[in-house]
């Protein structure tokens, strides 16, 4: 696996990324450190939390020439949150230069005028900020990206979705024809492909393979809630383990603060996270989160992607999102850095469709309830399918093994699907051998022929 010690950069972005303990590369990081640090246009297609941020920071860095007083990088992102965390990622490198690297971070709900201030006295080296608030600087002539010779367009596909794109068009068309853009995006929707082709010439184009869609330490639970009050589910669920810090998902802003309310006439301390906030509010909320002052956290699916909050042990969706996309945004907001971590998602009968494309996508499921204070694995979805398998296997006398060995009467969850896992390597092993068994045969065919 490769290194940064690897790459010649710049001693001081050395000594950032030993600070912090960065040492191998992500997969994204050794496709895109070696393109981007020659100047080539990148189209890079990556999940969220795989490492990308260094992928185009470290050569950004490496660039920069502090002794120009002017915009040399221009990065945004759809949110105030997505900026604010590239901002803290970018200040921690430049922290290390023995020359000053100015760092501005650009979003709503700041002091406007007060950065229009600042800018008369001197430009930014690296710009990071949300698209409306820069377009807006540019604006009122305050702030001068003609000079800047980068472009990153972060969470691409997310940005066209908040109706964002539009203004990033008219960032990039006042910057420089020989600009080197780097646009990532976790999908390439069609219209954001009519983005790309008027600004990118030949680019590199690298897409990243998630290994797996979800964490492989993340245990998937559903809960039927067919006739029951999915609130008074998920307090029993909150204080069922007193998880280190619990993200619950509604899919609407009305019914986040309903669930919240419900939670706190419960006695909980809980904090709320939807579009509705003020910027104050929401930074000030995602602060008080930070430094563990809450220990559940009610949101909308804003917090599934434009978030990262550490330490998340357990993920609860009161519902399924409209986009299936978006369940993978919500789960893995836990079970990150190694760590373990639980998602319960609340379904019916009528969510069956949308779970059978969630596991065709490789997502794996338990079915479980609460009962008399227990998490208890219940008849699976499929049990009448599992049944029918059970009946082909009985012939099989290791199939028969496994599931006798497997009998007991307290059982923890998950168990079936390790035991079905291990029921469906045993069948593709037979298989290869009746295959290889099957060409032995054949080739003695034909050498007696």
Same mark, same amino acid.
């Given at each position: 696996?490769?290194?940064?010690?690897?790459?010649?950069?710049?001693?001081?972005i050395k000594?950032?990324?030993?600070?912090l303990?960065f040492?191998?590369?992500?997969?994204?990081?050794?496709?895109?450190?070696?393109?981007?640090?020659?100047?080539?246009?990148?189209?890079?297609?990556?999940?969220?939390?795989?490492?990308?941020?260094?992928?185009?920071?470290?050569p950004i860095?490496?660039?920069?020439?502090p002794?120009?007083?002017?915009?040399?990088v221009?990065?945004?992102?759809?949110?105030?949150?997505?900026?604010?965390q590239l901002?803290?990622?970018?200040?921690q490198?430049?922290?290390?230069?023995?020359?000053?690297i100015?760092?501005?971070?650009?979003?709503?709900?700041?002091d406007?005028?007060?950065?229009?201030?600042?800018l008369?006295?001197?430009?930014?080296h690296v710009?990071?900020?949300t698209?409306?608030?820069?377009?807006d600087?540019?604006?009122e002539?305050?702030?001068?990206?003609?000079t800047?010779?980068?472009?990153?367009?972060?969470?691409?596909?997310?940005?066209?979705?908040?109706?964002?794109?539009q203004v990033? =068009?008219?960032? &990039?068309s006042?910057?420089?024809r020989?600009?080197?853009? /780097? @646009?990532?995006?976790?999908?390439? !929707?069609?219209? *954001?492909?009519?983005?790309?082709?008027?600004?990118?010439s030949?680019?590199?184009?690298?897409?990243?393979?998630?290994?797996?869609?979800?964490?492989?330490?993340?245990?998937?639970?559903?809960?039927?809630?067919?006739g029951r009050?999915?609130?008074?589910?998920?307090?029993?669920?909150?204080?069922l383990?007193?998880?280190?810090?619990?993200?619950?998902?509604?899919?609407?802003?009305k019914?986040?603060?309903?669930?919240?309310?419900?939670?706190?006439?419960?006695?909980?301390?809980?904090?709320?996270?939807h579009?509705?906030?003020t910027?104050?509010?929401?930074k000030r909320?995602?602060r008080?989160?930070?430094?563990?002052?809450y220990?559940?956290?009610v949101?909308? =699916?804003?917090? &599934?992607?434009?978030?990262d909050?550490?330490g998340?042990? /357990? @993920?609860?969706?009161?519902?399924? !999102?409209?986009? *299936?996309?978006?369940f993978v945004?919500?789960?893995g907001?836990?079970?990150?850095?190694?760590l373990a971590?639980?998602a319960?998602?609340?379904?019916?009968?009528?969510?069956d469709?949308?779970?059978?494309?969630?596991?065709?996508?490789?997502?794996?499921?338990?079915?479980?309830?609460?009962i008399?204070?227990?998490?208890?694995?219940?008849?699976?979805r499929?049990?009448?399918s599992?049944?029918e398998?059970?009946?082909?296997?009985k012939?099989?006398?290791?199939?028969?093994?496994?599931i006798n060995?497997?009998?007991?009467?307290k059982v923890?969850?998950?168990?079936?699907?390790?035991?079905?896992?291990?029921?469906?390597?045993?069948?593709?092993?037979?298989?290869?051998r009746?295959?290889?068994?099957?060409n032995r045969?054949?080739r003695?065919?034909?050498?007696?022929?």
């Open positions: 696996m490769k290194k940064f010690t690897e790459f010649s950069l710049k001693p001081f000594e950032a990324l030993a600070d303990k040492e191998t590369l992500t997969p994204v990081q050794a496709e895109v450190l070696p393109v981007a640090l020659k100047g080539h246009n990148l189209i890079v297609q990556s999940q969220t939390g795989s490492g990308k941020s260094h992928s185009f920071l470290v860095f490496e660039k920069v020439d002794s120009l007083n002017e915009v040399q221009v990065i945004t992102a759809p949110s105030r949150e997505l900026a604010t901002f803290e990622a970018s200040r490198i430049a922290s290390f230069s023995s020359e000053e100015r760092v501005v971070n650009y979003i709503g709900g700041t406007k005028h007060k950065q229009m201030e600042k008369d006295n001197a430009q930014p710009v990071i900020g698209p409306g608030r820069i377009f600087l540019m604006s002539n305050k702030l001068w990206v003609q800047a010779g980068i472009m990153v367009v972060d969470e691409a596909d997310m940005t066209m979705d908040l109706g964002f794109l990033v =068009d008219d960032i &990039a006042r910057l420089s020989d600009l080197q853009l /780097m @646009v990532f995006s976790a999908t390439i !929707p069609q219209q *954001l492909e009519v983005f790309l082709n008027k600004y990118v030949a680019p590199k184009v690298i897409q990243i393979q998630p290994k797996e869609v979800l964490a492989s330490k993340i245990d998937n639970y559903l809960i039927n809630t067919k009050n999915r609130e008074e589910l998920v307090y029993k669920l909150l204080t383990g007193h998880p280190y810090l619990a993200l619950v998902f509604c899919n609407t802003k019914y986040a603060d309903e669930v919240a309310q419900y939670l706190k006439e419960q006695g909980l301390k809980v904090a709320t996270i579009g509705d906030l910027p104050r509010e929401r909320t995602m008080q989160i930070k430094d563990l002052e220990q559940y956290v949101a909308s =699916d804003l917090a &599934a992607r434009g978030i909050i550490p998340i042990s /357990m @993920v609860i969706n009161t519902e399924l !999102p409209k986009e *299936l996309e978006f945004h919500r789960v907001r836990t079970g990150r850095n190694q971590g639980t319960y998602t609340f379904v019916t009968p009528d969510d469709q949308a779970i059978v494309a969630l596991e065709k996508k490789g997502i794996e499921f338990t079915q479980v309830d609460l008399r204070g227990e998490i208890r694995e219940v008849a699976s499929h049990r009448r599992e049944r398998d059970t009946k082909k296997d012939d099989d006398p290791t199939v028969v093994a496994m060995r497997n009998k007991k009467r923890k969850p998950g168990y079936k699907r390790k035991l079905n896992y291990q029921i469906k390597e045993h069948k593709r092993q037979e298989a290869r009746t295959k290889r068994e099957q045969q054949a003695k065919a034909n050498r007696k022929k």
